[in-house]
T-cell receptor, first 114, second 110 residues
Framework: GAGVSQSPRYKVTKRGQDVALRCDPISGHVSLYWYRQALGQGPEFLTYFNYEAQQDKSGLPNDRFSAERPEGSISTLTIQRTEQRDSAMYRC????????????FGEGSRLTVL | RKEVEQDPGPFNVPEGATVAFNCTYSNSASQSFFWYRQDCRKEPKLLMSVYSSGNEDGRFTAQLNRASQYISLLIRDSKLSDSATYLCVVGGSSASKIIFGSGTRLSIRP
């Protein structure tokens, strides 16, 4: 498709399970960002990539969270040993050039940890 | 202190009114500034960039005050369709993250 694609759209998991959220950016977009958004709040920065290089991961809450973008296109955000507090909307965005604020967001992945 | 702070609102104004939002940012090295709009249950979308000289796009005017580290958005002749959450967004220089404020909710009533 033409836009940013995220999967799964909805994920319900039990506490302690690992989850992987996938983001397929717009073709040719250089930068890819991951955000987490709670209800009524703005997107909270997690990490971002330029091409395959992870530029900043300062927003990842703890070492249970990791992200990769091995070929500079599709990215995966992995949460290990999920906890209830991880429940949120996880949003991916891409941009055509490095360090431009024109981000194109996907529809998000809604994670619910029971 | 949050890196980007906004009044959460909600702002509830009649159709046709003028409404203004402000946003402050903490990092004086920030280089790029934007306003995004987010409709309920949808993803954020870029509304406009904010330039040092100020800029206008139809009914929307954005301004930047670097000395005071704040950004503003003015909406004139508001429409029902302007009801949304407006997100203030700040980026640094090259190789830096892009930070979103918590958003200001706007509701336009007939």
């Amino acid at each position: 498709g033409a836009g940013v694609s995220q999967s799964p759209r909805y994920k319900v998991t039990k506490r302690g399970q690992d989850v992987a959220l996938r983001c397929d950016p717009i073709s040719g977009h250089v930068s890819l960002y991951w955000y987490r958004q709670a209800l009524g709040q703005g997107p909270e920065f997690l990490t971002y990539f330029n091409y395959e290089a992870q530029q900043d991961k300062s927003g990842l809450p703890n070492d249970r969270f990791s992200a990769e973008r091995p070929e500079g296109s599709i990215s995966t955000l992995t949460i290990q040993r999920t906890e209830q507090r991880d429940s949120a909307m996880y949003r991916c965005a891409s941009s055509k050039q490095e360090n431009t604020g024109e981000l194109f967001f996907g529809e998000g992945s809604r994670l619910t940890v029971l | 202190r949050k890196e980007v702070e906004q009044d959460p609102g909600p702002f509830n104004v009649p159709e046709g009114a003028t409404v203004a939002f402000n946003c402050t940012y903490s990092n004086s090295a920030s280089q790029s500034f934007f306003w995004y709009r987010q409709d309920c249950r949808k993803e954020p979308k870029l509304l406009m960039s904010v330039y040092s000289s100020g800029n206008e796009d139809g009914r929307f005017t954005a301004q930047l005050n670097r000395a005071s580290q704040y950004i503003s958005l003015l909406i004139r002749d508001s429409k029902l369709s302007d009801s949304a959450t407006y997100l203030c967004v700040v980026g640094g220089s090259s190789a830096s993250k892009i930070i979103f404020g918590s958003g200001t909710r706007l509701s336009i009533r007939p």
